[in-house]
């Protein structure tokens, strides 16, 4: 038994920090991520009864004012507020947001909400395409695979059929390309800048593009804005699903990859599948399960801090002796 003294180096003690830090980060988005699928289910009961621009916008106004009263008392993101990068910054990655929102929505008009699911869900596809011009990260191939499996994925958990493309296809892709591009912009323009500043910026812009896109549907009326269901349903995606989320993200996100950041929020439907078959005696076949487990997979190895088995140099195979 080896009963030295183990030697430390600072390299490997900045390592192990750097370990311990991407984990708490990955592990945080994952958490976010939960708290999105199960808003999936509260949102979907929402919109049933008032217009989803109009709930929308009710939703990032309760989350815009808890960012304001958190920042007001946060004299570093008031210090931030007073500099020009961090509007400039927070405008651009509320208007990706928004255009999430709005493409998405528009595109469920004339797609199917499995086909929409699937062609939001390959963000995780775009997001390594788009890191590497912006951010000169090129794709391993660890994050490739990752990628692909995690597309395939999606695929069987939305019940993707792939049959014939409309406008409304069209629409929910260019959906998932404004996903990717925020997910990458968070990463490139998050360093250097308050997270909690820079979060609250870009739920204010995202909160004023849906406000003005709500004008264009009919006013539901206070009563069924405060309807049983749809302003808890409003409380609960603004302030954990919207106000903390978005802060966390910012901030965690500056730990880990955007690659790894998008195949984490990619469980999001397994999320909202689980809570949905948890709460509302939602069924999942066989295929949905397996692409559940896909995408748990493409979580697994997208990480680079997980080992991979493999044979030690010179070792041979293990085979049966006759």
């Given at each position: 038994m080896y009963t030295g003294t183990m030697i430390t180096t600072p390299?490997?003690?900045?390592?192990?920090?750097?370990?311990s830090?991407?984990?708490?980060?990955?592990?945080?988005?994952?958490?976010?991520?939960?708290?999105?699928?199960?808003?999936?289910?509260?949102?979907?009961?929402?919109?049933?009864?008032?217009?989803?621009?109009?709930?929308?916008?009710?939703?990032?106004?309760?989350?815009?004012?808890?960012?304001?009263?958190?920042?007001?008392?946060?004299?570093?993101?008031r210090r931030a507020l007073g500099q020009p990068g961090t509007w400039r910054r927070g405008l651009w990655l509320g208007v990706l947001l928004f255009g999430t929102y709005a493409l998405q929505t528009l595109g469920l008009t004339t797609t199917t909400p499995a086909t929409a699911g699937f062609l939001t869900g390959m963000n995780v596809v775009l997001v390594p395409l788009l890191?590497?011009?912006?951010?000169g990260v090129r794709p391993g191939w660890r994050t490739g695979?990752?990628?692909?499996?995690?597309?395939?994925?999606?695929?069987?958990?939305?019940?993707?059929?792939?049959a014939g493309w409309s406008w409304g296809d069209l629409l929910?892709?260019?959906?998932?390309?404004?996903?990717?591009?925020?997910?990458?912009?968070?990463?490139?323009?998050?360093?250097?800048?308050?997270?909690?500043?820079?979060?609250?910026?870009e739920v204010w812009a995202l909160t004023l593009g849906c406000t003005a896109a709500a004008l264009w549907q009919p006013w539901p009326g206070w009563g069924q804005?405060?309807?049983?269901?749809?302003w808890q349903a409003i409380l609960i995606c603004a302030i954990p699903g919207t106000a903390l989320a978005y802060w966390a993200q910012t901030a965690f996100q500056q730990h880990t990859t955007s690659a790894q950041t998008a195949i984490i929020f990619s469980m999001e439907p397994v999320f909202a599948a689980a809570i949905g078959w948890a709460v509302r005696g939602d069924r999942l076949g066989a295929a949905a399960l397996s692409g559940c487990t896909m995408l748990f997979v493409s979580m697994l190895l997208a990480d680079p801090n997980i080992r991979l088995p493999r044979l030690r140099p010179g070792a041979r195979p293990f085979r049966h002796s006759r």
């Open positions: 390299y490997a003690q900045v390592s192990r920090r750097r370990l830090s991407r984990w708490t980060a990955n592990l945080l988005l994952l958490a976010v991520t939960l708290v999105w699928g199960a808003t999936f289910t509260l949102t979907k009961d929402a919109i049933a009864q008032v217009p989803v621009f109009w709930f929308l916008g009710a939703r990032f106004w309760v989350a815009s004012a808890a960012l304001l009263a958190i920042v007001l008392v946060t004299p570093d993101a890191a590497y011009p912006l951010l695979s990752a990628a692909v499996l995690a597309a395939t994925g999606l695929a069987l958990l939305c019940g993707f059929q792939g929910v892709l260019l959906c998932a390309a404004c996903v990717a591009l925020q997910v990458v912009e968070t990463e490139r323009w998050g360093k250097g800048v308050n997270p909690l500043a820079l979060s609250a910026v804005l405060t309807g049983p269901g749809v």
